[in-house]
C-alpha cells in the first residue's frame, strides 16, 4: 500500500493564480482531511469528507474548494491565490469504523504564493 | 473554544529521559494522541491514550493524564538522536477531525 500520497511536493504560485492539490488514498478509508501548517504552527483543519459526494468545512475554509467524487482522491483547489496561503498543506485519511480516530498522514505539499 | 498550549523546544542528551507537556481547554475528547513529525514529513501517531485512563505505557513511551488539570504529557526514555522531530498533541472532536496543539521540537544532543 502507498498509503496516502500527496502531488506536488512544491509549488511556487504567483498572487491570483489557481493551482489544484491532489490527494489520493488505497487504503479504503471513508474519511479523508485538508490541513494547512503555517510555521510554528499546529495544523488547522481546512475541509474535510465523509465519504465519496461528502464534503463540509473545517476552521478555514476561505479561499479553498474541495470534492470527493470517488473514495480514493480528494483535490483542494484555491481559486485566487494569496500570501496568506503560503503554508504547508496535509491531507490524512482514516477509518469511518475505527474508535480510536487515527488519522494518516501524506507527506505534504509546500506552497509558496509570492 | 479550543486552545492548547506546548512549550516549543526541548534539548536533551540522548540517552536521558524527555518530556513533552501539552495543556488543552477541551476536554470532550475520547481519545487523546500524540503525533511525530520528523523534518519534510506528515505527522505519524506515535501513541494514544483513552480519557478514562491516567497512564499508559508503550515501551519507551509513557504518557500520563491529569483530566482535572487538563494536562497531558509524553515521556520517552532513553531518548535516541532518532527521537529528534517534531511532537504534536491532538484530540478528536465529534466529526472527527482532530485539534493540534502547536508542537514541541524536540533536539536530542549526541
Redesign the interface.
Known amino acids: 500500500n502507498a498509503g496516502?500520497t500527496q502531488t506536488p511536493k512544491f509549488r511556487i504560485l504567483k498572487i491570483g493564480q489557481s493551482m489544484t492539490l491532489q490527494c489520493t488514498q488505497d487504503m479504503n478509508h471513508n474519511?479523508m482531511?485538508w490541513y494547512r501548517q503555517d510555521p510554528?504552527?499546529?495544523?488547522?483543519?481546512i475541509y474535510?469528507s465523509?465519504g465519496a459526494g461528502i464534503t463540509?468545512k473545517?476552521e478555514v475554509p476561505n479561499g479553498y474548494n474541495v470534492s470527493r467524487s470517488t473514495t480514493e482522491d480528494f483535490p483542494l483547489r484555491l481559486e485566487l491565490a494569496a500570501p496568506s496561503q503560503t503554508s504547508v498543506y496535509?491531507c490524512?485519511s482514516?477509518y469511518s469504523q475505527g474508535?480510536?480516530?487515527?488519522?494518516y498522514?501524506?507527506?505534504?505539499t509546500r506552497l509558496t504564493v509570492t | 473554544g479550543e486552545d492548547v498550549e506546548q512549550s516549543l523546544f526541548l534539548s536533551v542528551r540522548e540517552g536521558d529521559s524527555s518530556v513533552i507537556n501539552c495543556t488543552y481547554t477541551d476536554s470532550s475528547s475520547t481519545y487523546l494522541y500524540w503525533y511525530k513529525q520528523e523534518p519534510g514529513a506528515g505527522l505519524q501517531l506515535l501513541t494514544y491514550i483513552f480519557s478514562n485512563m491516567d497512564m499508559k505505557q508503550d515501551q519507551r513511551l509513557t504518557v500520563l493524564l491529569n483530566k482535572k488539570d487538563k494536562h497531558l504529557s509524553l515521556r520517552i526514555a532513553d531518548t535516541q538522536t532518532g527521537d529528534s522531530a517534531i511532537y504534536f498533541c491532538a484530540w478528536g472532536t465529534g466529526r472527527r477531525a482532530l485539534t493540534f496543539g502547536s508542537g514541541t521540537r524536540l533536539q536530542v544532543q549526541p
Open positions: 496516502v474519511y482531511y510554528g504552527m499546529g495544523l488547522k483543519l474535510y465523509v463540509d473545517g496535509f490524512a482514516s474508535v480510536t480516530y487515527e488519522q498522514f501524506g507527506p505534504g
